[in-house]
């Protein structure tokens, strides 16, 4: 088959925010406009085409990214729509690993907010070219200006004034085309109304009724703007700038253009354009945008190839006459069984092929490939380089996995994930369904690289990992409604952490005689604390042969297994460093296993010793409340021993931003609708571990001791 749209006229974005700025009303906008729907969903009455589970459907928000593939101006989209609730920043996280390009949609009354920060944050780490489309200029509040001051302030970004809205609020009427310098004007919410090509006069804001003084001065310094947009994208293009200096004459639209795509593209500056999804404002104009400004697949940096380690060997370009190479970000179950989405980064793969899971050293026989319209599915006979596709009943690939051609293998780099701060235990309503809710809960720990499912060795309870508790909540939820499985879910557990704060060298000897061959192992290990965040590292400085080289990844396996289980409560111990510098073995009585046993026992006694502390997740809480009950709100912080960062404008409220400990924060939604009659809203995500104080400590090391 030949290849249906040229890579150049590919784009693969991700629609990305905070929760409620407007996401899947956008998306469904884009499908509707592009003749995808003939009719547009909304998320208030839980139709939106994107938001198809029950669980997103009844909570009007998303959980789990959505893909669709659209046409526009003989371009092929394909479009993911993402959550926007920190809880599911998994869904955004490796979304983005594989999309060339992202739409970040900000509230025109809220600007940057929490979420869109983290969201911000994940794009700079996978080099995504991004623009921002400025929501819900309709709204009561929307300012376009303070939204581009928040873009500039909070996330550090350099934005490029694409549109400029006419007029806000409920006199929205429509947007300057900074690029054409055209006026747009509806005279219509409906969403097949037309919008007037204006010419921008002195009488524009008299013709619109437009009387409100920030959105006068906004309409009066339309020239600056202008400007502004010249100078910066003539930046990109030395000819262009040189011609425009010699001239005085503004560049052509097609050379603005040109100039505009090459600086979003390598990162130079952020186009900013604006609109009102719900009231059919805007939309055709970004569609307008992604087209123009964001990149192709081949366009952006190739997909580096790494070792079995990690480490970057060589890299793979986009491109169908290379060897074929997907990486897979995304696994879900429904009615046709485990789809499998991948990201197709080379090469062709037809239908009946054969590849090879790298990752993981197995052969995978493609039986069905599939391209994803939501929920629903339509099969195809290949895969091409650039394609955003899913395979049906894989068995042996997970998220992450590289599936490539098996006489060509490579590993591509994969993704990171999150290490889950909170945790239920879980088990069937009816003593019968145990093996059912196993295999649900494993298909969806599959499913979900930031859940995590463990066994407590000493309750034999099933432990549930996740991000958060409705992250944990719609888990439970969903094997339910998919699965057919009640489960009795228990209080919420926090995962602490252990560490150490000092230095400590320790040997250890461990002997053996029972008759016959014996064990024996002496080690000599230093353990060092590190920096927060810097995990386990284990150093073989052995010289001279004390130790064979053979039994030396016992001792680091040892450590490993034993690290799990902490000296002060049995949690996971973090952030330590342990070298191992001198030993003894013996020429008959030493094994593998003598010297695993001795580094798990060494580990043991010297890490009382080294001063350890017990560590907690910090959470980064923003609270939005009306002004009159800012006092109420950071006293119960306080209260919470939160630590406040400070004070923003949201709108016509007041953003508290503070550090909080997750321990404290069970039960805060209540507390806070109660002192606020309902009018506060937060936000909450994982920030980083801190030492809990002696008292909060003795507490859970009791409470430990005595489950």
Known sequence: MARRTPLKDMRNIGIIAHVDAGKTTTTERILYYTGRSYKIGEVHDGAATTDYMEQEQKRGITIQSAAVTVFWKDHQINVIDTPGHVDFTIEVNRSLRVLDGAVVVFDGVAGVEPQSETNWRLADNYNVPRMCYVNKMDRSGANFRRCVDMIINRL??????????IGSEDNFRGLIDLVTMKALVWFSDEKDAQWEEWEITDDLAAKLKIDVKEDLDILRDVPKYRQELIDTALEQDDVAMEAYLDSGEDPSVDVLRACIRKGTVTGAFTPVIAGSSFKNKGVPQMLD??????????DVEAIKVVDEEGEVVGERHCSDEEPFAALAFKVINNQFGALTFARVYSGVANKG???LNSTRGKRERIGRMVEVYAKDTNAIEECRAGDIIAFVSLAETETGDTLCDPAHP?????????????????????KGDQEKLGAALGKMVRADPSLRLELDKETGQTILRGMGELHLEITIDRIRTEFGVDAVVGRPQVAYRETITSKIEHVYTHKKQTGGSGQFAEVKIIFEPQERGEGFKFVDAIVGGSIP?????????????QKEDGVLAGFPTVDFKATLVDGKYHDVDSSALAFEIAAKACFREAIRRATPVLLEPIMKVEVVTPENHLGDVIGDLNRRRGLILGQLERGMNLAVEAHVPLSEMFGFIGDLRSMTSGRATFTMEFSHYDPVPRNVADEVIASKAAA
């Open 156 to 165: 550090g970004a350099r934005p490029m004034i694409l549109s400029l809205p």
């Open 289 to 298: 945008a992604v087209v123009w400004y964001l990149p192709s697949p081949t």
């Open 353 to 355: 092929t054969t590849l």
């Open 410 to 430: 490579v590993i591509l780099e994969r993704m990171k994930f999150p290490d889950p701060v909170i945790s239920v235990s879980v088990e069937p309503k009816a």
């Open 549 to 561: 080289r053979e039994y030396i990844p016992a001792v680091g396996g040892g450590l490993e297994v």
